[in-house]
């Protein structure tokens, strides 16, 4: 062994453009472990710490895996980790390349997959919205006629509500297909070579929408947060905005949306992992609308602490379970949390925000992360899937917490291009 | 027991031999030594004089110029001896500035690191257009505030503690840690930008 004594070694996957490299590795720092951090683009000091630095291709999960058998011999490792979709696909390569505890590799695949996903869902009877996969050179006039509408176009492999608009008729179907093909095409095809190309186009499904957050030990679902999601999502895009925990909806229908997890966990094959599932409930009961083997995104996670003092991040929770060092989960303190994910409000080059210190000042909120930076260009949903900022709260009631980032939110503003073409014109 | 040294090796001539570390194992300038005995000031050199058949060592950074004694003498039978002997000099290095980093106050560390991030931090973020400024030193922990490409950078964090902390606790056992006090929200070039899940 080349370092490290008898400390464990995780290997952390983490593409460059998350939001999460930090919290994921102070966690690891307060598990007290060997960390390697590994990223799809050299970092600057990767030859100076070859045991704490690599790069992997992680468009390629099989060769990733060969990368990481061979640094393996040198430093052995405990557990891989990935923090999305793509670096789950890969960390289930190298779990099962080096006898790791993991998801299986077919369940995260299709996990990450919005049309093999709903493939097994569907076969395993679970409620899942009727669906079609469009591959991109279907004939847009045959599909349209055999849609029910109003329908949802959602690019098969993007993520975070990218690319996602609800169509209500056929002629929007033909220009939305052409809209969705654009966005599609900008963000080049789907990197990953396990993944399906095209669109698929599903029923609309009326109803709340919750968020569920849980790790699977053994198949078993272990329920870390249900949230509600307060703002209708009604489209005809989908920003995920608001996120407010415990869910004030009745115990039976929180029974009932755990359940169809558990058993939608199931049917996709997971079995050792994190897994984030957004569902909706109506007259019908509970159903699927996405499931994912990674745990929530953006800065949303920041929010859910665990153990009687909430001492304990979700992320050192999942780097632990991974780890094998927590058996069950730790409660959350008592009391409720709410995430506002700031959607991007217009498309031009930022200039400023203005509020954030009014709207940290704001009772019970407890942090305003701004994720966007002076003279970038902001593109708003659906064509790019960017979050201009997070809001986070803590307080006694999901009442509290909810009117407290929504009160923030409204202090915020994003000023877009004035400056620049002020600037532009005084110097004309 | 540190991290073993990378070594690629490029041979010159018949005589010369051209060893490329994956780290500093000298200061930037170029310095020559004949024997052990005149390269105690550098532990590597030392070391790679150390193995029968070298005659002469030029070392430059994380650059050493090894010319044997006899051009006979093939490159494959001395090549890994001098990868070990690499490895040793780096391990006796690391011993020594650990003797004197128990001895360091905050004014010693922050000259050390200091010299650290003008030859080696500093040109490695370089590559990325960032900058690292060494603030303050208080308790042995090192006050960082990142700048250019690192500031607002989705992967400034992995940086700071896989690569600059790391190499500082190597290279100046006394260090502690790293606080970084940037402010990340006012970056306006990040090189890595954040914005997926």
């Not at chain 1, 710490?49 to 990733?64: Q, S, W």
């Not at chain 1, 990450?112 to 709903?118: I, L, P």
């Not at chain 1, 079609?132 to 004939?139: E, V, W």
């Not at chain 2, 070391?47 to 051009?71: F, Q, R």
């Amino acid at each position: 062994m080349a370092s490290g004594g008898d400390r464990a070694r995780l290997l952390l996957l983490i593409p460059t453009t998350t939001y999460r490299a930090e919290a994921f590795v102070e966690a690891a720092r307060e598990l007290d472990v060997d960390l390697t951090v590994a990223s799809e683009h050299d970092s600057t000091f990767s030859l100076a710490e070859p045991d704490k630095l690599l790069t992997l291709d992680f468009t390629d999960p099989r060769r990733a895996a060969e990368q990481v058998k061979v640094f393996a011999r040198d430093y052995p490792l405990a557990a891989v980790f990935g923090v999305d979709d793509h670096t789950a696909v890969v960390a289930a390569h190298v779990s099962a390349e080096l006898g790791l505890r993991h998801n299986p590799v077919a369940a995260v695949e299709a996990a990450g997959d919005k049309h093999r996903q709903r493939v097994l869902l569907q076969r395993h009877g679970i409620r899942v919205p009727k669906f079609r996969l469009l591959s991109f050179d279907s004939d847009v006039k045959q599909a349209g006629r055999q849609v029910t509408y109003p329908c949802v176009l959602k690019p098969v492999h993007l993520a975070a509500s990218r690319g996602v608009i609800r169509v209500d008729d056929a002629v929007e179907f033909g220009q939305t297909v052409q809209r969705v093909r654009a966005i599609t095409d900008r963000a080049g095809p789907a990197a990953a070579a396990w993944a399906t190309q095209g669109m698929i186009a599903e029923d609309y499904v009326p109803g709340p929408e919750f968020a569920l957050e849980g790790w699977i030990e053994g198949g078993e679902l272990d329920v870390l947060a249900l949230f509600d999601k307060p703002d209708p999502l009604e489209g005809p895009y989908f920003a995920e905005t608001l996120y407010v925990a415990p869910s004030r909806f009745p115990d039976a229908v929180q029974v009932e949306l755990v359940a169809c997890a558990q058993s939608a966990a199931r049917a996709v094959g997971l079995e050792t992992g994190p897994v984030h599932v957004e569902l909706r409930y109506n007259d019908e009961g509970p159903w699927i609308i996405e499931l994912a083997a990674r745990p929530i995104g953006g800065k949303c996670g920041q929010v859910l602490r665990f153990g009687a003092d909430g001492s304990v991040t979700l992320e050192q929770l999942l780097l632990g379970r991974a780890l094998g060092r927590f058996e069950a989960t730790p409660k959350r303190p008592p009391g409720a949390v709410a995430v506002m994910m700031i959607p991007v409000p217009v498309a031009g080059t930022l200039d400023r925000v203005i509020g954030t210190a009014a709207a940290r000042a704001v009772p019970h909120v407890t942090d305003v992360i701004v994720t966007v930076h002076r003279g970038q260009e902001l593109v708003p949903l659906p064509e790019e899937s960017r979050y201009a900022g997070f809001i986070l709260a803590r307080g006694e009631t999901p009442e509290v917490v909810e009117r407290a980032v929504r009160e923030a939110n409204e202090m915020i503003e994003f000023v877009v291009g004035s400056a620049l073409e002020d600037a532009a014109g005084s110097a004309r | 027991m540190p991290t073993p040294i990378e070594v690629i090796a490029e041979p010159v001539d018949d005589i010369r031999c051209k060893f490329m570390l994956n780290r500093a194992v000298h200061e930037p300038g170029v310095k020559q030594y004949t024997s052990a005995e005149s390269a105690a000031e550098s532990p590597v050199a030392q070391a790679v004089l150390e193995v029968p058949g070298i005659s002469e060592v030029v070392v430059s950074g994380n650059v050493i110029t090894v010319v044997k004694a006899d051009a006979a003498m093939p490159w494959s039978v001395l090549e890994p001896q001098v990868r070990y002997a690499v490895n040793v000099g780096a391990e006796r290095l690391e011993a020594s500035a650990a003797e004197v980093g128990e001895a360091m106050d905050d004014d010693a560390i922050y000259d050390a690191v200091a010299e650290v991030f003008r030859t080696q931090i500093n040109p490695a973020v370089a590559q990325h257009g960032g900058r690292i400024d060494l603030i303050d030193v208080q308790d042995a922990t090192i006050i960082v505030r990142l700048m250019g490409g690192c500031q607002g950078c989705g992967m400034a964090n992995v940086t700071l503690r896989q690569g600059v902390e790391a190499a500082l606790k190597r290279l100046v056992p006394a260090v502690k840690g790293v606080k970084d006090v940037t402010d990340h929200t006012s970056g306006t070039n990040p090189y890595f930008q954040q914005g997926t899940k």
